[in-house]
């Protein structure tokens, strides 16, 4: 056999008693059990020499043995390991003879005379699991304002856009004496990722309109203040 099941609970509610070393031997013995489907030798210098261990660790390897294997004429065996490999040779003759026969042998089909009762309606229906996600939340704006709010979203890493959020950015907007999409709008011109009522979002005149407005002015009355310096 090239393969086993392992039961880690099972395993090491039995070993716990175990050395590190014995733990080798152990697991060590099993793969060979399982890869060969023979008993372990009797004549434990050979066994040594399989698992690559020295005489030294004679004691380590009688104490797995009694522990976990029975001796007989044969060889030391292992139960459990017996009773899976018989298990799994008669499978795979069953297996073998099925395959002579084309397969696995095809499933009868019935025929329901009348209605189909409740079972079998339900039956073709996908079953709900832990797997379904639920669908994603859209919020009912312009999909240009929505994606140049969600890049600021995005930068800002705050995340989608949920139900909750929305609806909260909607009671900002009406504290405000706005439409959602107006608040939204300000939030993008501002580079806010959310809009709030107690924020300053009311457009007011900055450093550069005031510098934009003096140079007006001078450029206004250019004309008399060159005159000024030329009579004065």
């Not at 698992?51 to 004429?73: A, P």
Request: aromatic share 10%.
């Amino acid at each position: 056999m090239h393969y086993y099941q392992f039961n880690v609970a099972d395993y090491r509610k039995d070993t716990v008693h175990l050395t590190p070393i014995e733990h080798y031997v152990y697991r060590t013995l099993i793969d060979w059990y399982y890869l060969d489907e023979t008993p372990i030798p009797l004549e434990t210098d050979s066994v040594l020499r399989r698992i690559r261990l020295g005489f030294d660790n004679e004691e380590n390897l009688l104490n797995v043995l009694t522990d976990f294997f029975k001796k007989e004429s044969d060889g030391w065996h292992h139960v459990r390991i017996d009773k899976e490999i018989v298990a799994y040779h008669a499978n795979a003759v069953k297996n073998k003879a099925n395959g002579m026969l084309g397969g696995r042998p095809k499933k009868t089909q019935s025929v329901t005379i009348g209605l189909p009762d409740e079972t079998q309606v339900k039956g073709n229906q996908e079953p709900l699991t832990n797997n379904h996600k639920p669908p994603k939340y859209i919020p009912p704006i312009p999909t240009e304002l929505l994606s140049a709010l969600m890049v600021i979203r995005k930068a800002k890493r705050l995340g989608a856009i949920t139900e909750i959020a929305y609806n909260g950015m909607r009671k900002q907007a009406d504290a405000a004496g706005l439409s959602v999409e107006q608040a939204l709008t300000i939030a993008v011109e501002r580079g806010w990722g959310s809009f709030n009522a107690s924020w300053e979002w009311q457009d007011k005149p900055n450093k550069q309109n005031k510098r934009d407005q003096d140079l007006n002015w001078f450029l206004g009355n250019q004309p008399a203040i060159e005159k000024d310096i030329t009579h004065g």
